[in-house]
């Protein structure tokens, strides 16, 4: 009621820009190639959601600092992980850690982790909630990245590029010493391939050995040849697709996880519901 305007009038999505940032402390780019009045799957109309995550809000916030989603004619880009009840085992363990999401995964087999959670290689949980506003904008320990780059255009309304780079090194312990993600979106005006999504990363560990997973998570089983994973969602009336080319690092080892009894699996053990 305290913001409540009675005299506000609605207006067509068709006159909102495809893209928009939404800053600190969250740091996010949502992109879309246009707007469509379909409300059924046919929809020509691709998306992406791409964040650098800044600072963390415990509660029901997730690990999930640098992570994306891929919509086009249904999900193929998403998180994976289930609000079941809060404070499962698959809640804690899976559902709000970092590998529930498209984010990044260095795995330190010594790590101890907070909570008594699973080690999967994921981020940093820094504690509980703080008691005001100020006490969060100003504690360094909540603090799990930054952006360090972002634009989209040349038209603000139309852009033919969505952008976003952030720094997400806090988001982990000092397994790592720098993390960088870079994540651009680009409408290519092609009812094959409407668009194309890009993402690089930097990632340097405090010991090269330290495992590195770069997460992909799907529906349906992808299907994996050489470098190129392809991920359809051709079910319950969808019709979409996404390609994946794995071009660094030249020698990585794409594994598929998943299947009955394996949804949620972290170091041989099923997280289930």
Known sequence: LIFNDPHLEGVSYHNFPLSKYFGSPYGMMVARTGWS????????????EMHIGELWAAN??????GSFQLYYKGILALDSGIYDSYGSSHDNNYN???????????????????????????????????????????????????????????????????????????????KVQEVLRSMIFLPMENTDHPAAFVVMDKITSSNPTFKKTFLLHSQQEPHVNGN??????DTDGYNGMLTNQTLLPKNAKIEKIGGEGKEFMINGVNYAL
């Open 228 to 233: 190129i994973s392809v991920i359809k969602r």
């Open 96 to 174: 709000k850690e970092t590998i529930a999401h498209n984010s990044l995964l260095i795995y330190d087999p010594d790590e101890k982790t907070n909570g008594g959670v699973v080690n999967a290689g994921g981020q940093r949980r820094p504690g509980g909630e703080v008691a005001t506003m100020e006490a969060w904008m100003k504690d360094d320990n909540y603090n799990m990245g930054k952006v360090i780059g972002q634009e989209f255009g040349p038209d603000p309304m139309t852009p033919e590029y969505t952008y976003i780079a952030g720094d997400i090194t806090k988001a982990y312990t000092d």
């Open 37 to 48: 009045d379909s409300v059924n799957y046919s929809s020509p109309i691709a998306m992406a």
């Open 60 to 65: 029901h916030h997730h690990l999930d600092a």
